[in-house]
């Protein structure tokens, strides 16, 4: 979470407070309280840009979202009315089938026309939801009356025959509407014609469905194809266990004693001898003329705070009375008196050796020099 501006500039003011204090107590000189200063400052200015600059980044791109979806809208509606003019073009070539049309197809091809019509306009579903009794309900009169296909529109249609209809000369029949429609015949008493005519009927009844069919894009006898339902796939279990093969035991993790394999951390034994050997580093630097032992030679500079310790001859480092065998136990336990949250450090690298000369050395440095420790 990004602190607000207040909180940021009370955060600058404490850490300003806390290098004037540090100055007055004499633990910075006037220069390096500027740099500090400076560097304190610049690091709030920076933080304070990078915020500007998040905060133009979520705006440009809230913005451009803002865009792509008035975009997507606009392609939405257009589709939208591309598909309403398609549909209303399909159910006035149904209306003039059904008005002019029955003369060419047989009566299954004039139900299957209409059932196209119940469809498309939504009909259908309350027609066959509706109660087969003997006087028709509310919801089944209302779509009765709507299966009359709007006498008003079809009376507005030109009386006219279709093509095939101005060939033949046949004039035009009357509106048929879905209470007229006779039942359809069984194959007993349907009657039989002639072979050609019947092909010939047929041929015009499928170039009539055909353009039907075209004007709307649908498929046979102008019924608009349902799209197929997709197998949605289970959700893995989230409880089902995870292959996993544990991680072997070290039975020998101890320091090379018999009594370290039935311990994890070791016997008090390897552990004197490790503490030992870390104290055998600092006294190896000192034998090689490297470091010397006195008081206030070890120093541990961190956040302003300027720590010094003694280093005795056996190698240990001396602090307020306690020992210390290596030099990041004692940089870690300094460093958490002025933040106590730290975790870990690397003494080689903060604690550096005062020389009499004022001289400051990394220990780092020293043990690189060391031509006997690796």
Same mark, same amino acid.
């Given at each position: 979470m990004v602190p607000d501006q207040p909180e940021r500039e009370g955060r600058l003011h404490d850490q300003l407070l806390e290098l004037e204090s540090v100055r007055s107590a004499g633990l910075l000189t006037a220069a390096e309280h500027k740099s500090k200063r400076e560097a304190v400052i610049s690091r709030w200015e920076e933080s304070l840009r990078q915020r500007e600059e998040s905060e133009a980044r979520i705006l440009r791109q809230r913005e451009e979202s803002q865009a792509r979806i008035l975009r997507q809208r606009e392609v939405i509606e257009t589709t939208l009315a591309e598909n309403k003019a398609k549909t209303q073009q399909l159910l006035h070539a149904l209306r003039a089938?059904?008005? !002019?049309?029955?003369?060419? %197809?047989?009566?299954?091809?004039?139900?299957?026309?209409?059932?196209?019509? +119940? *469809?498309? &306009?939504?009909?259908?579903?309350?027609?066959?939801?509706? @109660? $087969?009794?003997? *006087? $028709?309900s509310g919801t089944r009169r209302r779509a009765e009356d709507a299966l009359d296909i709007d006498r008003e529109t079809l009376g507005s249609l030109p009386d006219q025959p279709l093509d095939d209809l101005e060939d033949s000369g046949a004039p035009a029949p009357a509106p048929v509407t879905p209470d007229e429609v006779p039942p359809a015949p069984t194959e007993e008493e349907e009657p039989q014609e002639p072979e050609e005519k019947a092909r010939r009927r047929e041929w015009e009844a499928a170039k009539g469905i055909a353009a039907v069919a075209g004007v709307g894009g649908t498929g046979a006898a102008g019924i608009v194809p349902k799209r197929p339902r997709r197998e949605r796939k289970a959700p893995p279990n989230p409880y089902?266990?995870?292959?996993?093969? $544990?991680?072997?035991?070290? !039975?020998?993790?101890? +320091?090379?004693?018999?009594?370290?394999?039935?311990?994890?951390?070791?016997?008090? &034994?390897?552990?004197? @001898?490790?503490?030992?050997? @870390?104290? %055998? #580093?600092?006294?190896?630097? #000192?034998?090689?003329? %490297?470091?010397?032992p006195g008081q206030e030679v070890l120093r541990v500079e961190y956040r302003g705070h300027v720590f010094l310790g003694d280093l005795t001859p056996s190698g240990s480092i001396c602090y307020e009375g306690k020992l210390w065998e290596s030099p990041s136990p004692w940089s870690l336990h300094v460093k958490r008196r002025v933040f106590p949250g730290k975790m870990a450090d690397d003494g080689w690298d903060s604690v550096f050796y005062v020389t009499e000369d004022g001289e400051k050395t990394n220990l780092h440095q020293l043990r690189s020099r060391s031509q006997s420790i690796c």
């Amino acid at each position: 979470m990004v602190p607000d501006q207040p909180e940021r500039e009370g955060r600058l003011h404490d850490q300003l407070l806390e290098l004037e204090s540090v100055r007055s107590a004499g633990l910075l000189t006037a220069a390096e309280h500027k740099s500090k200063r400076e560097a304190v400052i610049s690091r709030w200015e920076e933080s304070l840009r990078q915020r500007e600059e998040s905060e133009a980044r979520i705006l440009r791109q809230r913005e451009e979202s803002q865009a792509r979806i008035l975009r997507q809208r606009e392609v939405i509606e257009t589709t939208l009315a591309e598909n309403k003019a398609k549909t209303q073009q399909l159910l006035h070539a149904l209306r003039a089938t059904v008005k !002019h049309g029955s003369d060419l %197809l047989s009566t299954k091809q004039m139900e299957g026309v209409r059932q196209a019509y +119940l *469809e498309l &306009t939504g009909l259908g579903s309350a027609v066959a939801a509706s @109660r $087969p009794s003997g *006087e $028709p309900s509310g919801t089944r009169r209302r779509a009765e009356d709507a299966l009359d296909i709007d006498r008003e529109t079809l009376g507005s249609l030109p009386d006219q025959p279709l093509d095939d209809l101005e060939d033949s000369g046949a004039p035009a029949p009357a509106p048929v509407t879905p209470d007229e429609v006779p039942p359809a015949p069984t194959e007993e008493e349907e009657p039989q014609e002639p072979e050609e005519k019947a092909r010939r009927r047929e041929w015009e009844a499928a170039k009539g469905i055909a353009a039907v069919a075209g004007v709307g894009g649908t498929g046979a006898a102008g019924i608009v194809p349902k799209r197929p339902r997709r197998e949605r796939k289970a959700p893995p279990n989230p409880y089902v266990p995870v292959d996993f093969r $544990p991680e072997p035991k070290c !039975h020998n993790s101890g +320091l090379g004693c018999s009594r370290c394999r039935f311990s994890k951390s070791g016997c008090a &034994t390897c552990k004197a @001898r490790k503490s030992a050997a @870390r104290g %055998l #580093m600092l006294q190896a630097l #000192m034998k090689e003329g %490297l470091m010397e032992p006195g008081q206030e030679v070890l120093r541990v500079e961190y956040r302003g705070h300027v720590f010094l310790g003694d280093l005795t001859p056996s190698g240990s480092i001396c602090y307020e009375g306690k020992l210390w065998e290596s030099p990041s136990p004692w940089s870690l336990h300094v460093k958490r008196r002025v933040f106590p949250g730290k975790m870990a450090d690397d003494g080689w690298d903060s604690v550096f050796y005062v020389t009499e000369d004022g001289e400051k050395t990394n220990l780092h440095q020293l043990r690189s020099r060391s031509q006997s420790i690796c």
